[in-house]
């Protein structure tokens, strides 16, 4: 499950703005705005009890600044808290 691409990872650029979010509905809605803002969206697939594996996040090594959020419950804030321990060992 680690290893499942990020939702919306083939579409990334190849540097800008990144906002990570909890599911696909999530980056879904949040798509338009980001558009608009000339920002990109994705999204995690695995669920809040597990987490994306190093090779799901490579392709935002390239980012310039990667903002995480997540669902408002205690599993959405550990999710991103593992989210954002992997992101500063790569």
């Known amino acids: 499950v680690d290893e499942l691409p990020l939702y919306g990872a083939d579409t990334l ?5 990144v906002i990570i ?6 980056a879904d809605a949040l798509a338009p705005i980001a ?20 090779a799901a996040l490579r392709p ?5 600044r990667v ?9 959405g804030e550990d999710h991103m808290a593992r989210i954002a321990e992997r992101l500063r060992k790569q």
């Open 13 to 17: 650029a190849l540097d800008g703005t």
């Open 21 to 26: 979010v909890e599911g696909e509905k999530a």
């Open 35 to 54: 558009d608009e803002l000339s920002i990109q969206a994705v999204a995690t697939v695995c669920g809040a009890a597990s987490g994306p594996g190093d």
């Open 60 to 64: 935002l090594r390239s980012q310039v």
């Open 67 to 75: 903002y995480l959020w997540p669902d408002a419950d205690q599993p």
